[in-house]
């Protein structure tokens, strides 16, 4: 990669391919395991990957401009099983493509809003919001990561993205060679 828009870019197709993976596995859960409690920051698996669906949605709308700040949290629920998040996860990872599709280096440093509630309307750069974006989504799956490997799930191998070596080939080659027609 020889651009951070580039990066970002490809970010946003490791956090779609892990968010996939990851949640594939997790409809292997019946929704008992799937919203069990367990020990990690967020008391189930369930609580944790619907957290990061709804701060996805929070983050995508700033950076779009979308102007809906933390009213996204209204609708905020703890999904009852994998396959009721996933669609919806995929069509936030889809959306944050296509908004890190579109950067040019210029847009690094273009600041927006960040509604934050009662502590204010906070501007923040683009770049600096999508590396915290990309950082929090890693954060908290490796928590339902580790909290799958209670369950009769094994937890899936999520850091190959980049790598040929044991990358998922239904989706992975393909952003892949997306990102490098980009650089090209």
Same mark, same amino acid.
């Given at each position: !990669?020889?651009?951070?828009?580039?990066? *970002?870019?490809? !970010?946003a197709r490791n956090n779609r391919w892990s968010?996939?993976?990851?949640?594939?596995?997790?409809? #292997?859960?019946? @929704?008992? %395991?799937? /919203?069990a409690t367990r020990t990690s920051f967020f +008391?189930?698996?369930?609580?944790?990957?619907?957290?990061?669906?709804f701060v996805d949605l929070y983050y995508i709308?700033?950076?779009? =401009?979308?102007?809906?700040? =933390?009213?996204?949290?209204?609708?905020? &629920? $703890?999904?009852?099983?994998?396959?009721?998040?996933?669609?919806?996860?995929?069509? %936030?990872?889809?959306?944050? &493509?296509? *908004?890190?599709? #579109?950067?040019?280096?210029?847009?690094?440093? #273009?600041? $927006? &809003?960040?509604?934050?509630?009662?502590? @204010?309307?906070? +501007? =923040?750069? &683009?770049?600096?919001?999508?590396?915290?974006?990309?950082?929090?989504?890693?954060?908290?799956?490796?928590?339902?990561?580790? !909290?799958?490997?209670?369950?009769? $799930?094994?937890? +899936?191998?999520?850091?190959? *993205? *980049?790598?040929?070596? =044991?990358?998922?080939?239904?989706?992975?080659?393909?952003?892949? /060679?997306?990102?490098?027609?980009?650089?090209?």
């Amino acid at each position: !990669m020889t651009n951070l828009p580039a990066h *970002f870019s490809a !970010m946003a197709r490791n956090n779609r391919w892990s968010n996939h993976v990851l949640l594939r596995a997790c409809a #292997r859960l019946d @929704g008992a %395991a799937f /919203t069990a409690t367990r020990t990690s920051f967020f +008391p189930s698996i369930a609580a944790t990957l619907s957290h990061n669906h709804f701060v996805d949605l929070y983050y995508i709308d700033a950076v779009e =401009e979308g102007g809906l700040g =933390e009213s996204v949290y209204d609708d905020e &629920i $703890v999904f009852a099983h994998a396959s009721d998040l996933a669609p919806l996860q995929q069509a %936030a990872d889809e959306r944050l &493509i296509v *908004f890190c599709d #579109r950067l040019t280096d210029a847009d690094m440093s #273009r600041i $927006v &809003i960040t509604d934050r509630g009662e502590k @204010g309307k906070i +501007p =923040e750069r &683009i770049d600096n919001l999508l590396a915290h974006l990309f950082q929090h989504q890693i954060h908290h799956r490796g928590q339902a990561h580790a !909290m799958l490997a209670g369950t009769s $799930v094994k937890p +899936p191998q999520l850091d190959e *993205f *980049f790598l040929d070596f =044991e990358r998922d080939p239904e989706i992975a080659r393909l952003d892949l /060679t997306d990102v490098s027609r980009r650089n090209a």
